[in-house]
């Protein structure tokens, strides 16, 4: 299933996610425990979490039976990294044990970009997503695999670690298309204009990582202007 939802601006479009994301926790908890959920940065999805922070039904999930993870990284010790905007804007108000909240590796454990890329392939190894959230870039990259670089059609592997990344900084550590569809929803967020000619080329299925990777079901929540080339 290949669905589109178009909402008329970014700010709804993130709140539409994120209130999605609380309802998808509540049912799939009344079928089974745990619960994944990976997760995305950038603007749109920091956005996503930030916005639900208050929203009373936060209170119906079980939150120490969901565990969290992140689509890539940054490999490096800084407040932009994924996972560090995604505590502040929400995970470190909700009742979620520590473990639950797997982050890649920092430099600062003492581990080096390959070892950090190879414990969270292990750690994701048998991970089944109910959730994977994913943004696009205006080049059509997703999570930090990029066109014209051969890590999109690396198989049997859970993470990469990823050098001389377009995308500052870089070195990081991100999941691979194995692992990114290994899931029940796949969630694509987009907004803006800049990336409507991404947005459209990745649905249509061009060869563009973003263009590669599909869940079972796969929702596009898009603003009016992203969404302008489907």
């Known amino acids: 299933m ?5 909402y008329p601006d970014a700010a709804l479009t993130a709140r539409a996610a994120g209130l999605r994301l609380i309802q998808a926790l509540i049912e799939a908890q009344s079928l089974r425990s745990p619960n994944h959920v990976a997760l995305t940065g950038g ?4 956005q996503m979490l930030s916005t639900i922070r208050d929203e009373p039904l936060l209170d119906a999930v079980d939150w120490s039976e969901v565990h969290f993870w992140w689509g890539d990284e940054r490999f490096a010790d800084d407040e932009d990294r994924n996972a560090s905007q995604a505590r502040g804007a929400l995970l470190d108000s909700l009742p979620i044990p520590v473990e639950n909240l797997h982050e ?4 600062s454990a003492g581990v080096s970009l390959d070892q950090a890329a190879e414990i969270y392939a292990d750690a994701v190894r ?3 997503f109910t959730v994977m959230i994913l943004g696009i870039g205006p080049d059509g990259h ?6 014209d670089r051969p890590e999109i059609d690396v198989d049997g592997r859970g993470a990469l670690a990823i050098r001389n990344s377009p995308k500052p900084p870089p070195e990081r550590v ?4 194995d692992s990114l569809q ?11 204009e800049d990336k409507a000619e991404a947005i459209a080329a990745a649905y249509q299925g061009a060869d563009i990582p973003a263009g590669k990777v599909r869940g079972p079901h796969t929702l596009w929540f898009l603003d009016t202007a992203v969404a302008a080339g489907i």
Do not use: K, M, Q, Y
Not at 104 to 107: G, T, Y
Not at 142 to 147: G, Q, R, V
């Open 142 to 147: 997703l999570a930090s695999l990029f066109p």
């Open 104 to 107: 890649v590796a920092r430099p």
């Open 126 to 128: 048998d991970v089944h």
């Open 2 to 6: 290949n669905r589109v939802i178009i």
């Open 182 to 192: 290994a899931c029940d929803e796949l969630w694509f967020i987009a907004a803006g």
């Open 174 to 177: 991100t999941l691979t298309r």
């Open 43 to 46: 603007t749109l999805g920091i």
